[in-house]
């Protein structure tokens, strides 16, 4: 099996590589060349997406049996279809969960609608758009896509997501020191972390079950948890009590304006939370790292790398 990573030299797609290339399949990862793929996971292609011209290149200089891509927006996979159309086995896409929005129904199935509430701002709107791009190749062009619908993702690697929907370290410097906290809105919103390993596995799991294309998967952790729960469960890993109170969203971004965002603290202030059955069932894929052991793991990381 040929696979082409599409920005695979960090996080997300490093653990995907070490999934494919530990399977056995040979693994080339495109990237910008900042950061080089190791070695033993596969062979890096260096290529900036947005030259059109050596991206056209790269996904036909041969028929790829498996193209995952994990960085691409709307208009980047408007130009893939439009480039390979069906000349490639199977093409893999990062979806997220945040398309769901402010779901109606808890959790959310991968058969709701997309969100597109009259008069609502959605924050993972342009996760939409990719997706509709997708479908509709799908359904009109027989283009051979899966979406894979992550939640959010953390473990070695990356900062987690800290309690004000970004990854600060500041945060965590702050919650480690006992310094009170404020999260906005009232912490009951429910998150569906993911552990970068599981999530990495999915998009195997997918390639190896050609019955997956033209579907879409909702890939998470084993269950949701509450904001402030989360929030509790990061200062456990670090061996603290956590100090935190609640406020409006603006509030707390006119109190942190410099680790904050409008966005991230809509972000952690709605429900993001999907039904996984769909995955577990057709890919025969579900999640093997529990939250709390995640956490502590992803903890460890950030004190090895001197960031808390």
Same mark, same amino acid.
């Given at each position: 099996?040929?696979?082409?990573?599409?920005?695979?030299?960090?996080?997300?797609?490093?653990?995907?590589?070490?999934?494919?290339?530990?399977?056995?399949?040979?693994?080339?990862?495109?990237?910008?060349?900042?950061?080089p793929l190791e070695?033993?996971?596969?062979?890096?292609?260096?290529?900036?997406?947005?030259?059109?011209?050596?991206?056209?290149?790269?996904?036909?200089?041969?028929?790829?049996?498996?193209?995952?891509?994990?960085?691409?927006?709307?208009?980047?996979?408007?130009?893939?279809?439009?480039?390979?159309?069906?000349?490639?086995?199977?093409?893999?896409?990062?979806?997220?969960?945040?398309?769901?929005?402010?779901?109606?129904?808890?959790?959310?199935?991968?058969?709701? /609608? =997309?969100?597109?509430?009259? @008069?609502?701002?959605?924050? *993972?709107?342009? &996760?939409?758009?990719?997706d509709r791009v $997708? %479908?509709?190749?799908?359904?009109?062009?027989?283009?051979?896509?899966?979406?894979?619908?992550?939640?959010?993702?953390?473990?070695?690697?990356?900062? /987690? =997501?800290?309690?004000?929907? @970004?990854?600060?370290?500041? *945060?965590?410097? &702050?919650?480690?020191?006992?310094?009170? $906290? %404020?999260?906005?809105?009232?912490?009951?919103?429910?998150?569906?972390?993911?552990?970068?390993?599981?999530?990495?596995?999915?998009?195997?799991?997918?390639? =190896?079950?050609?019955?997956?294309?033209?579907?879409?998967?909702?890939?998470?952790?084993?269950?949701?948890?509450?904001?402030?729960?989360?929030?509790?469960?990061?200062?456990?890993?670090?061996?603290?009590?956590?100090?935190?109170?609640?406020?409006?969203?603006?509030?707390?971004?006119?109190?942190?304006?410099?680790?904050?965002?409008?966005?991230?603290?809509?972000?952690?202030?709605?429900?993001?939370?999907?039904?996984?059955?769909?995955?577990?069932?057709?890919?025969?894929?579900?999640?093997?790292?529990?939250?709390?052991?995640?956490?502590?793991?992803?903890?460890?990381?950030?004190?090895?790398?001197?960031?808390?």
């Amino acid at each position: 099996m040929q696979v082409l990573l599409i920005g695979g030299s960090r996080f997300l797609g490093r653990e995907i590589a070490r999934a494919f290339t530990t399977h056995g399949a040979e693994v080339f990862a495109m990237n910008r060349g900042n950061r080089p793929l190791e070695p033993e996971l596969g062979h890096s292609i260096v290529c900036d997406k947005g030259d059109r011209t050596s991206f056209a290149n790269v996904l036909r200089v041969r028929r790829w049996d498996v193209v995952v891509d994990t960085i691409l927006n709307a208009e980047d996979l408007q130009f893939v279809v439009d480039t390979v159309g069906s000349c490639v086995g199977h093409f893999i896409h990062t979806g997220s969960l945040g398309v769901y929005g402010d779901a109606r129904q808890i959790p959310a199935t991968e058969a709701l /609608p =997309l969100a597109d509430h009259k @008069g609502e701002e959605i924050v *993972f709107d342009y &996760k939409i758009a990719q997706d509709r791009v $997708l %479908l509709r190749a799908v359904q009109e062009r027989g283009f051979p896509a899966t979406i894979l619908r992550q939640s959010y993702i953390y473990g070695p690697g990356d900062i /987690p =997501l800290d309690g004000w929907g @970004g990854r600060s370290a500041s *945060f965590f410097h &702050k919650l480690r020191d006992g310094e009170p $906290l %404020l999260l906005p809105s009232d912490g009951r919103a429910l998150l569906h972390p993911g552990h970068v390993g599981d999530l990495a596995r999915a998009f195997l799991h997918a390639a =190896l079950r050609p019955q997956s294309i033209g579907q879409v998967y909702n890939v998470a952790g084993p269950h949701a948890i509450m904001m402030r729960d989360y929030v509790a469960l990061l200062a456990e890993a670090l061996g603290v009590e956590p100090q935190f109170t609640f406020a409006p969203l603006q509030e707390v971004h006119a109190r942190y304006p410099e680790q904050t965002n409008e966005r991230g603290l809509r972000f952690i202030s709605q429900h993001m939370c999907g039904s996984i059955t769909k995955a577990k069932e057709q890919l025969g894929w579900e999640p093997q790292i529990s939250l709390h052991q995640g956490l502590r793991e992803n903890v460890a990381w950030m004190q090895e790398e001197g960031l808390v």
